[in-house]
């Protein structure tokens, strides 16, 4: 499986981007699937989750009420939009997905099995 992350970039605060992540080599339609972030310094953390079903949702506290997740089983892509973006939200997103069919929602990075290779968010003040 691979995962292909893009849709990164420079934006202001209060700017919006959405972030793809395309998979192949799988169907990934049975399989929980994840986005998560770091920054320099940091761990990587939790941003949003979704169910192999895609009808449940979770958010990290830090950015829920402005990201939303989403998926498209025809493309075997995976989204995530960011709206109302601040500085700290500057970190390298990465997505994930979890190898075991027909998961829940999944936060911790251990429980992942296949990752994307990153793309990089900036947001200026």
């Known amino acids: 499986v691979q995962l292909q992350a893009s849709g990164g970039g420079l934006v202001q605060a209060g700017g919006s981007l959405r972030l793809s992540c395309a998979a192949s080599?799988?169907?990934?339609?049975?399989?929980?699937m994840g986005w998560f972030r770091q920054a320099p310094g940091k761990e990587r953390e939790f941003v949003s989750g979704?169910?192999?079903?895609?009808?449940?949702?979770y958010h990290a506290d830090s950015v829920r009420g402005r990201f939303t997740i989403s998926r498209d089983n025809d493309k075997n892509t995976v989204y995530l939009q960011m709206n109302s973006l601040k500085p700290e939200d500057t970190a390298v997103y990465y997505c994930a997905l979890q190898g075991r069919r027909f998961s829940t929602i999944l936060t911790e990075t251990r429980e992942y099995d296949y990752w994307g290779q990153g793309t990089q968010v900036t947001v200026s003040s």
């Open positions: 979704m169910s192999w079903t895609g009808v449940s949702t």
């Open positions: 080599g799988r169907s990934f339609s049975r399989h929980a």
